[in-house]
């Protein structure tokens, strides 16, 4: 048996008045056939029926009652059945709704018709709690959106990028990281306070125009000057420095040389590297840049090792992710790093990406480094010459290798807490060389 | 290889670590960190770089030999067959 | 007027697209021009006066009123070996036979795998500026510069008035030619003897060295305005016509950013997903490291064209706005 539902004829209607039946029962109807009359306050409307089959009975009679929509009007035996008692109403989907969404039929009273049912479940109204505005208390679409309106809502903050990002146009990034110049210490006096390509070449004259070494140099000069007077006017640095006793680690590389050719071959300063990365995941706040206003820590290590550059100048290119080299990678690409630095062929991404650099001065004779941080990083280490000096071990005096390690820090991220943390760790990993 | 061919392949690969050395006014006797500014690394590189042009291995307690001209063209020619 | 000494005449938009069409149909038997008025009115802008008289009814074709009737006949023809020429009054208009260049002069050649080309040109008036109301202002060159199966121009000089026409003629594929309904009393100067020009590269209308004016059809007179005035503050402006908008000459347009590199597009269209967003989008995939300064964009506001003097001046992109727009990117 099929049930003949009033349909939903408009967008916005909800209720109609049935004004006459075009059949009869016992009449053959078939698809498309209009066989009822109804009126809503727009307009007066044909029904048809979407079935072929005998009208079995007809259940409302015309009148002035507004129906809502889905009513169930009439029963149709579809041409396959044999004729039978009416079945009891089940909540089966309507076979003759031409609503958008499927409704199960309803009582004629007492519930709101499917279309408020649908569009108060899409706006997560409650109905039990709703008055209705229409016509005998019945709760009308309006009635729902009025419920459904929520307090306006806060306009949505305006896009500002991170306060922390300079704010330099893609020329001037470009530029600039060709050149291994630091953002952060660029005048901005481009459009919308952005650093532009002018500022970024007003600072420091392109080294690709230039061919001869000298000129390479003096520009490497003066964008050290730049960087450095930068750095020591506005970081506040701190210094600390503690005496490493490097016995075990020059051992223990003895014997690693040994077994190693010289293509391979392994030099201190690998190992008090990879022992300040490691130091440098132990305490991150070493670990990072000043940017803006604060510290952004790091997630990787990527050490910038100081390389001094022939006839003048110095550029410390990273060793990316030097925490996670083993020492014999880290070995090979310390040496191609210096190679390629002073060659003059280093990339823009060694240029722009240390997070800690270190400085090796040993070679030179020095002791004790004071290093100046390079910014936009918190941190530099210096590690001096490495020589025999008397120690005390186990209550007595021996002579081994000892190397002095400093730091200077930034003093708005660590104070000396930190810092003092940071050098011991790289203490205790030299004295476990075969873990480096 | 001889003296001549080993002083050759030395020059030849330090010019890559100190590209403005003059060949002629080097001593061959003086002690090469003071005369050319030679640091652990780029006595390294030059090693290595010797090694990959010649094959000869330089172990780690022959390094010392390095630090003069003199020397690091003798034990080229002693460990060239 | 025509001055013999250096073979040049000085000739209005307008006397140029008649000549081509004129020697269009003088040259090809096959040519024949066809739309609303184009017969005893003379044409709506006046582009096609004097032509019924000299060609006849068959040739120049008064069409009735029904857009889609007369550009799908403009198909047919084309398929049937025709060369027409069908004038739409205005892109406005148009929308009335969008199914048919859309769905069917676009589309035919690839739907009959390459065996059917459809040879048809059209043209169409466009933009806003005379008080004729919202729905007669539209500028919707970029909706039909989005369509693969078509070529869209923009003729913004005498000069591809003149020559475009004859390239696009001899296109075994549909081509629409957008005139700016502003630019028909633009007077230019064209030589004597001169050939047609191709239909997909932009032309540099003005050198310059700080800043690149990006524009097609009816912005180009308002971009070289503001040239002109940036130029007294010492501001170099480069101008760059587009000429044809599908496809889109991106080399040039890479070509300017990078040596400007800083860059304002002028579209009389609005800004919404309109065409001044497909130029920008190339420019920042191909170029942002050129870019020294935001890409700016000057197009029509956010409205229907108002048809008050005021409103619609208010409404479309206007010199001084691009001046200003070209000065905040130089910054400083």
Same mark, same amino acid.
């Given at each position: 048996?099929?049930?003949?539902?009033?349909?939903?004829?408009?967008?916005?209607?909800?209720?109609?008045?049935?004004?006459?039946?075009?059949?009869?029962?016992?009449?053959?109807?078939?698809?498309?056939?209009?066989?009822?009359?109804?009126?809503?306050?727009?307009?007066?409307?044909?029904?048809?029926?979407?079935?072929?089959?005998?009208?079995?009975?007809?259940?409302?009679?015309?009148?002035?009652?507004?129906? &809502?929509?889905?009513?169930?009007?009439?029963?149709?035996?579809?041409?396959?059945?044999?004729?039978?008692?009416?079945?009891?109403?089940?909540?089966?989907?309507?076979?003759?709704?031409?609503?958008?969404?499927?409704? &199960?039929?309803?009582?004629?009273?007492?519930?709101?018709?499917?279309?408020?049912?649908?569009?108060?479940?899409?706006?997560?109204?409650?109905?039990?709690?709703?008055?209705?505005?229409?016509?005998?208390?019945?709760?009308?679409?309006?009635?729902?959106?009025?419920?459904?309106?929520?307090?306006?809502?806060?306009? &949505?903050?305006?896009?500002?990028?991170?306060?922390?990002?300079?704010?330099?146009?893609?020329?001037?990034?470009?530029?600039?990281?060709?050149?291994?110049?630091?953002?952060?210490?660029?005048?901005?006096?481009?459009?919308?306070?952005?650093?532009?390509?002018?500022?970024?070449?007003?600072?420091?004259?392109?080294?690709?125009?230039?061919?001869?070494?000298?000129?390479?140099?003096?520009?490497?000069?003066?964008?050290?000057?730049?960087?450095?007077?930068?750095?020591?006017?506005?970081?506040?640095?701190?210094?600390?420095?503690?005496?490493?006793?490097?016995?075990?680690?020059?051992?223990?590389?003895?014997?690693?040389?040994?077994?190693?050719?010289?293509?391979?071959?392994?030099?201190?300063?690998?190992?008090?590297?990879?022992?300040?990365?490691?130091?440098?995941?132990?305490?991150?706040?070493?670990?990072?840049?000043?940017?803006?206003?604060?510290?952004?820590?790091?997630?990787?290590?990527?050490?910038?090792?100081?390389?001094?550059?022939?006839?003048?100048?110095?550029?410390?290119?990273?060793?990316?992710?030097?925490?996670?080299?083993?020492?014999?990678?880290?070995?090979?690409?310390?040496?191609?790093?210096?190679?390629?630095?002073?060659?003059?062929?280093?990339? *823009? *991404?060694?240029?722009?990406? &240390?997070?800690?650099?270190?400085?090796?001065?040993?070679?030179?004779?020095?002791?004790?480094?004071?290093?100046?941080?390079?910014?936009?990083?918190?941190?530099?280490?210096?590690?001096?010459?490495?020589?025999?000096?008397?120690?005390?071990?186990?209550?007595?005096?021996?002579?081994?290798?000892?190397?002095?390690?400093?730091?200077?820090?930034?003093?708005?991220?660590?104070?000396?807490?930190?810092?003092?943390?940071?050098?011991?760790?790289?203490?205790?990993?030299?004295?476990?060389?075969?873990?480096? | 290889?001889?003296?001549?061919?080993?002083?050759?392949?030395?020059?030849?690969?330090?010019?890559?670590?100190?590209?403005?050395?003059?060949?002629?006014?080097?001593?061959?006797?003086?002690?090469?960190?003071?005369?050319?500014?030679?640091?652990?690394?780029?006595?390294?590189?030059?090693?290595?770089?010797?090694?990959?042009?010649?094959?000869?291995?330089?172990?780690?307690?022959?390094?010392?030999?390095?630090?003069?001209?003199?020397?690091?063209?003798?034990?080229?020619?002693?460990?060239?067959? | 007027?025509?001055?013999?000494?250096?073979?040049?005449?000085?000739?209005?938009?307008?006397?140029?697209?008649?000549?081509?069409?004129?020697?269009?149909?003088?040259?090809?038997?096959?040519?024949?021009?066809?739309?609303?008025?184009?017969?005893?009115?003379?044409?709506?802008?006046?582009?096609?006066?004097?032509?019924?008289?000299?060609?006849?009814?068959?040739?120049?074709?008064?069409?009735?009123?029904?857009?889609?009737?007369?550009?799908?006949?403009?198909?047919?023809?084309?398929?049937?070996?025709?060369?027409?020429?069908?004038?739409?009054?205005?892109?406005?208009?148009?929308?009335?036979?969008?199914?048919?260049?859309?769905?069917?002069?676009?589309?035919?050649?690839?739907?009959?795998?390459?065996?059917?080309?459809?040879?048809?040109?059209?043209?169409?008036?466009?933009?806003?500026?005379?008080?004729?109301?919202?729905?007669?202002?539209?500028?919707?060159?970029?909706?039909?510069?989005?369509?693969?199966?078509?070529?869209?121009?923009?003729?913004?000089?005498?000069?591809?008035?003149?020559?475009?026409?004859?390239?696009?003629?001899?296109?075994?594929?549909?081509?629409?030619?957008?005139?700016?309904?502003?630019?028909?009393?633009?007077?230019?100067?064209?030589?004597?003897?001169?050939?047609?020009?191709?239909?997909?590269?932009?032309?540099?209308?003005?050198?310059?060295?700080?800043?690149?004016?990006?524009?097609?059809?009816?912005?180009?007179?308002?971009?070289?305005?503001?040239?002109?005035?940036?130029?007294?503050?010492?501001?170099?402006?480069?101008?760059?016509?587009?000429?044809?908008?599908?496809?889109?000459?991106?080399?040039?347009?890479?070509?300017?950013?990078?040596?400007?590199?800083?860059?304002?597009?002028?579209?009389?269209?609005?800004?919404?997903?309109?065409?001044?967003?497909?130029?920008?989008?190339?420019?920042?995939?191909?170029?942002?490291?050129?870019?020294?300064?935001?890409?700016?964009?000057?197009?029509?506001?956010?409205?229907?064209?108002?048809?008050?003097?005021?409103?619609?001046?208010?409404?479309?992109?206007?010199?001084?706005?691009?001046?200003?727009?070209?000065?905040?990117?130089?910054?400083?």
């Amino acid at each position: 048996m099929i049930d003949f539902l009033l349909p939903s004829l408009g967008a916005d209607m909800d209720v109609a008045k049935l004004n006459c039946w075009l059949v009869k029962p016992g009449d053959t109807v078939h698809k498309g056939q209009i066989i009822a009359e109804v009126e809503t306050e727009k307009a007066t409307l044909e029904v048809e029926c979407w079935h072929d089959g005998v009208i079995e009975e007809l259940l409302v009679e015309p009148g002035p009652d507004r129906l &809502p929509v889905g009513t169930l009007l009439a029963r149709i035996r579809s041409l396959d059945e044999a004729a039978e008692p009416v079945a009891p109403l089940e909540g089966e989907p309507a076979a003759g709704l031409v609503t958008a969404a499927a409704v &199960p039929t309803h009582k004629v009273s007492g519930q709101p018709p499917p279309p408020v049912r649908h569009l108060a479940h899409e706006l997560g109204v409650d109905l039990a709690a709703l008055g209705g505005s229409g016509p005998d208390g019945a709760i009308t679409r309006d009635d729902v959106r009025r419920a459904a309106r929520a307090p306006a809502a806060e306009a &949505p903050e305006p896009f500002v990028s991170r306060p922390t990002r300079v704010r330099a146009t893609p020329r001037a990034r470009s530029l600039a990281r060709s050149r291994g110049i630091d953002l952060a210490s660029l005048p901005a006096t481009g459009p919308q306070g952005m650093v532009s390509a002018g500022d970024v070449a007003r600072t420091a004259p392109s080294p690709e125009t230039i061919d001869e070494p000298d000129d390479k140099v003096s520009a490497m000069r003066r964008a050290i000057a730049r960087s450095m007077s930068h750095s020591k006017r506005e970081i506040p640095h701190y210094y600390l420095a503690t005496t490493i006793d490097l016995d075990r680690s020059m051992t223990w590389l003895e014997a690693a040389n040994e077994e190693r050719s010289v293509t391979q071959r392994i030099l201190p300063a690998a190992l008090l590297i990879k022992a300040t990365a490691l130091a440098a995941r132990e305490v991150p706040e070493v670990n990072g840049h000043w940017v803006g206003d604060g510290f952004a820590p790091s997630q990787s290590v990527h050490l910038g090792v100081a390389i001094s550059i022939r006839e003048g100048g110095l550029v410390a290119p990273a060793l990316h992710d030097a925490d996670r080299l083993s020492l014999d990678e880290l070995m090979s690409r310390l040496r191609d790093l210096v190679s390629r630095a002073r060659s003059w062929r280093l990339k *823009s *991404s060694e240029m722009s990406d &240390p997070t800690i650099t270190v400085t090796n001065l040993g070679d030179r004779g020095v002791d004790t480094a004071f290093p100046v941080i390079i910014p936009p990083q918190v941190a530099m280490v210096g590690f001096g010459k490495v020589i025999d000096s008397p120690v005390a071990v186990d209550g007595a005096v021996v002579v081994h290798p000892v190397v002095t390690a400093s730091l200077a820090a930034d003093h708005r991220v660590t104070d000396g807490h930190n810092g003092g943390l940071f050098l011991a760790s790289i203490d205790r990993l030299l004295q476990e060389p075969e873990n480096l | 290889m001889n003296t001549q061919e080993a002083r050759q392949v030395i020059f030849e690969v330090l010019g890559d670590i100190a590209p403005e050395v003059d060949p002629s006014i080097v001593d061959d006797d003086l002690d090469l960190t003071e005369q050319l500014d030679l640091d652990s690394m780029d006595y390294l590189n030059w090693m290595v770089g010797i090694n990959e042009v010649t094959g000869i291995d330089i172990p780690q307690r022959e390094v010392s030999r390095f630090l003069t001209i003199a020397g690091a063209v003798g034990y080229i020619v002693e460990h060239s067959s | 007027m025509t001055d013999i000494d250096t073979e040049t005449r000085t000739i209005t938009y307008r006397e140029a697209m008649r000549e081509a069409i004129r020697v269009a149909l003088l040259d090809d038997d096959r040519v024949f021009l066809m739309g609303e008025d184009v017969g005893r009115y003379g044409g709506c802008y006046a582009v096609s006066k004097g032509l019924l008289e000299e060609f006849g009814p068959d040739r120049i074709r008064d069409t009735p009123l029904s857009e889609a009737a007369f550009v799908g006949a403009g198909i047919g023809a084309a398929l049937g070996g025709m060369r027409p020429i069908v004038e739409v009054m205005t892109v406005n208009f148009s929308l009335l036979a969008l199914d048919q260049i859309v769905n069917t002069a676009a589309l035919y050649l690839h739907m009959s795998g390459g065996q059917f080309n459809i040879p048809l040109v059209i043209r169409m008036a466009t933009g806003a500026g005379r008080q004729v109301a919202a729905q007669h202002s539209h500028s919707l060159e970029g909706w039909y510069g989005h369509i693969p199966g078509l070529k869209v121009v923009t003729p913004a000089t005498v000069e591809d008035a003149r020559w475009m026409l004859p390239t696009a003629l001899a296109d075994p594929d549909p081509v629409i030619i957008f005139e700016h309904a502003g630019l028909y009393n633009t007077e230019g100067t064209l030589p004597e003897l001169g050939a047609p020009v191709d239909l997909e590269t932009a032309r540099i209308r003005r050198r310059g060295s700080d800043i690149s004016l990006v524009t097609y059809g009816g912005s180009l007179p308002k971009a070289m305005a503001a040239a002109e005035e940036l130029a007294r503050d010492g501001i170099s402006a480069e101008v760059l016509d587009l000429r044809s908008l599908r496809p889109i000459d991106t080399a040039a347009l890479l070509s300017t950013v990078a040596s400007t590199h800083r860059v304002v597009i002028i579209d009389e269209g609005w800004k919404t997903a309109g065409f001044s967003a497909e130029i920008s989008a190339r420019i920042a995939e191909e170029a942002i490291w050129e870019l020294d300064a935001p890409i700016s964009r000057i197009c029509s506001e956010e409205v229907p064209i108002p048809y008050p003097r005021h409103l619609e001046e208010a409404a479309l992109p206007q010199v001084n706005e691009i001046v200003a727009a070209a000065r905040e990117l130089i910054g400083g």
